[in-house]
């Protein structure tokens, strides 16, 4: 369980294909104290400590993962990074569980004071879980939704990325056409479930 408030950024600094991924990541974590086995999301994905060293870990990225995931296994690429929850620590953003329901590509970039207000496309079978003022996590950064359209078979949603979270992720970068994972809030997915069961019993 995490939270999607970063608390590093990380490196891809080599790929090993072995039938699922091997990913080397570098890091400034104090990886002593990284247990092997140990959860780590990696831009929003629950990836498996298999292997590590002073600065840096690796995970096994399976086929399954890298098909419904954004295009961000590759050298050199940058991941916000993301321990595992403990028990007693402070909930600063909101439930994540590490698990993409989806891929969104950036549409637009337009500044808003210091802040960016940040576009994006999404299938629109996850318009039902997206809502204004609701949570979403973005290649696993706690986000708050600002607004909702839909389009067709798509739905538009906007978030707002303000400088901190500028400063300490990736999303600084993003560009139109950018790919990234999305996760829906925990809650909503529990929500539209149970609506979908009474609707059956009605």
Known sequence: MFTGIVSDVGTITAVED????????ATAYDTADVDLG??????GVCLTVVDKAPGWFAVDVSGETVRRTADQWQVGRSLNLER????GEELGGHIVTGHVDGVATVTSLDPEGESIRVGFRVDGGLAPYLAAKG?????GVSLTVNEVRDEGDATLFAVNIIPHTQAVTTLKDL???ATVNIEIDVLA???QRMEAYRGKAG
Do not use: N
């Open 18 to 25: 072995r039938g699922d991924l091997h990913v080397t990541i």
């Open 84 to 87: 595992a929850l403990r028990l």
């Open 189 to 191: 997915r529990y929500l």
């Open 38 to 43: 140990a959860s780590i999301s990696c831009s």
């Open 135 to 139: 949570s979403v996590t973005v290649d």
């Open 175 to 177: 560009a139109p056409g």
